[in-house]
């Protein structure tokens, strides 16, 4: 079956720096979905970070983390990355990365209904940012 399984998160100081990961496996064709990362933080809603589609070449950001945060992925090896720059307290939450519905994702302006357009959720990896 299809497991997504994030790795990296942690507790670091404000301004710095942290790279998530998210090995996928169970399913082929992991190069054609769109993937992304989602993040929660206590008593709030999930919300979208960042989406990637299938190339890699079309990502999308909140604004919240544009400039500071960069999603990218490694087709052949499975992996889905989150490098996270200029950290700060309001990034502390639980990040989640989860796969598109869309079998062939071309482009990130086909997710159009936010996490109801992905399928597959790991179980997630906690980030602190400490002042």
């Known amino acids: 079956q299809v497991q997504l399984v994030e790795s990296g998160g942690g507790s670091v100081q404000a301004g710095g720096s942290l790279t998530l990961s998210c090995a996928a496996s169970?399913?082929?064709?992991?190069?054609?979905?769109?993937m992304g990362w989602f993040r929660q933080a206590p008593g709030k809603e999930r919300e979208e970070v960042a989406i990637i589609d299938s190339g890699g070449e079309s990502t999308r950001y909140a604004d919240s983390v544009k400039g500071r945060f960069t999603i990218s992925k490694d087709n052949t090896k499975k992996t889905l990355f989150l490098q996270m720059n200029s950290l700060t307290p309001e990034d502390t939450a639980m990040y989640y990365c989860?796969?598109?519905?869309?079998?062939?994702?071309?482009?990130?302006?086909?997710?159009?209904?936010?996490?109801?357009?992905?399928?597959?959720w790991g179980q997630g990896t906690q980030l602190t940012v400490t002042v």
């Open positions: 169970g399913y082929s064709l992991y190069m054609y979905y769109c």
């Open positions: 989860a796969r598109g519905r869309i079998a062939v994702c071309n482009g990130v302006s086909m997710i159009r209904r936010g996490e109801a357009d992905f399928s597959y």
